[in-house]
T-cell receptor, first 115, second 111 residues
């Protein structure tokens, strides 16, 4: 079974631009969550999507948004990029059903650098 | 909001030694997860715990879900160089999709 895939793996943008990151979950997984990882702040929860609906949201500004498609693939968008948005963005998928539904499996991440 | 305190922050050990790290929370969690992250990769799930008091092993790794549901620990026995990485604990309240992560324990194993 293929794991979680994220594209692109690396991205360089300048301040003020916007960016869209993509995540394809494990086949059969219906929940997709996004996290931001920085050396100073660790792993911070951004939001979670389930059945194309945002189910949970972390404490990030409105510049961060996401969506999920009917095939469970998800995208996140960051508008008006700031230097502090430089981070590794991780996507995690889970079954969200049954005992094992809580187990989240991560992709390799997208390394975003804002210049 | 919920916070996890993970300790120690870092460990430098000799190959063959045992390792112990733990996480404590100010809130109750229904699920505890332990992950390992290597450079350039996303976290890889090592062990998932679902019941208070549960003790689960995965090879040389053993993790326990504390009976108060506010803590968990991970032990690694007979460490080897490939155990090097950052180990994260994560707790989930009721919702499957949102995990709160500890700050990680960086493990260095000297051959």
């Amino acid at each position: 079974k293929a794991g979680v895939t994220q594209t692109p793996r690396y991205l360089i943008k300048t301040r003020g631009q916007q960016v869209t990151l993509s995540c394809s979950p494990i086949s059969g997984h219906r929940s997709v969550s996004w996290y931001q990882q920085t050396p100073g702040q660790g792993l911070q929860f951004l939001f979670e999507y389930f059945s194309e609906t945002q189910r949970n949201k972390g404490n990030f500004p409105g510049r961060f948004s996401g969506r999920q498609f009917s095939n469970s693939r998800s995208e996140m968008n960051v508008s008006t990029l700031e230097l502090g948005d430089s981070a590794l963005y991780l996507c995690a998928s889970s079954l969200a059903r049954g005992t094992a539904g809580n187990e989240q499996f991560f992709g390799p991440g997208t390394r975003l650098t804002v210049l | 909001g919920q916070q996890l305190n993970q300790s120690p922050q870092s460990m430098f050990i000799q190959e063959g030694e045992d390792v112990s790290m733990n996480c404590t929370s100010s809130s109750i969690f229904n699920t505890w997860l332990w992950y390992k992250q290597e450079p350039g990769e996303g976290p890889v799930l090592l062990i998932a715990l679902y019941k208070a008091g549960e003790l689960t092993s995965n090879g040389r790794l053993t993790a326990q879900f504390g009976i108060t549901r506010k803590d968990s620990f991970l032990n690694i026995s007979a460490s080897i160089p490939s155990d090097v990485g950052i180990y994260f604990c994560a707790g989930q309240p009721t919702n499957a999709g949102k995990s709160t992560f500890g700050d990680g324990t960086t493990l260095t194993v000297k051959p």
